[in-house]
């Protein structure tokens, strides 16, 4: 049975005031759901008010990126060693606005997501496709190529020590949601390739949803089999609302 996981990427949307408000309103929705591990991710930069906030919590969190460097002449940039010695459990790799607008490749996410995971990170790989490639039927295709460039890089073991979240581009911050039934087949899709390869690997992997979740979606979306929690924006900046979500993927 795979844990329920349910995290907040809040993306370039937070204050000083707004962290502690949302932190401090989430701590009872994570205690009271055990059964869901509740996670969030900030901007960088808000990492260590949330660990100071999150301690003695049930509420982990990580990084929305990981640079593919661990240290050097790399201007902006921040390292998985950084991250993890402020307590990222995670860092999101591959989200598909770092594909589209960093331009960054399914071989350049495969690279972070070897330096997350070589220094003690959880990496977070996001994977979906397009409006054009959702309605030229390219998604499973899309998918798999993404993952190809992972397991090519890091082995298809590597996946026992990731978490992975569909989410379909043309869902993100759109308001349209992939239905339960489209989403739950690409989620079904994504194991059984995975399993073509380990079948263990497969069974164990939680692959989370992304995509316009919300309170009244979660539970339908939670409730598939291969869903296995979400990975979500907009409502995870609300503690109240995001609280709706976490209660969707409690058993
Ligand atoms: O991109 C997402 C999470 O990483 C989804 O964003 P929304 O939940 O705002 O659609």
Redesign the pocket.
């Known amino acids: 049975m795979r844990q329920a996981l349910v995290m907040g990427?809040w993306?370039l949307n937070a204050t000083k005031a707004s962290v502690e408000a949302l932190i401090n309103g989430l701590v009872d929705a994570a205690k009271d759901n055990a059964t869901v591990e509740v996670a969030v991710c900030p901007p960088a930069i808000f990492i260590p008010q949330v660990e100071a906030l999150t301690a003695n919590t049930a509420i982990s969190y990580g990084a929305q990126d990981c640079d593919v460097n661990t240290a050097g002449a790399f201007t902006g940039e921040n390292s998985a060693v950084m991250l993890k010695e402020f307590g990222c459990k995670y860092t999101?790799v591959g989200?598909?606005?770092r594909r589209v607008i960093h331009g960054e490749s399914s071989e350049v996410v495969a690279e972070k997501f070897a330096v997350a995971q070589e220094n003690g990170l959880v990496p977070v790989l996001?994977i979906g496709e397009t409006l054009a490639q959702f309605e030229a039927g390219e998604t499973k295709a899309v998918v798999e190529a993404q993952l190809q460039a992972v397991v090519t890089k890091s082995g298809i073991t590597s996946l026992n020590n990731a978490v992975i979240?569909y989410?379909p581009v043309w869902?993100?911050?759109?308001g349209k949601t992939a239905t339960p039934e489209i989403a739950q087949d690409i989620h079904a899709h994504i194991r059984s390739w995975l399993a073509e390869q380990d079948a263990a690997v497969a069974n164990k992997v939680q692959i989370l949803y992304?995509?316009?979740?919300k309170g009244a979606n979660a539970a339908e979306l939670f409730g598939q089999a291969d869903i296995d929690g979400g990975?979500?924006?907009?409502?995870?900046l609300d503690a109240v609302e995001f609280s709706k979500v976490i209660a969707g993927a409690s058993a």
């Open positions: 990427n993306k999101l989200h598909s606005e996001c979240a989410e869902a993100i911050g759109t992304g995509g316009s979740v990975l979500v924006g907009g409502a995870s």
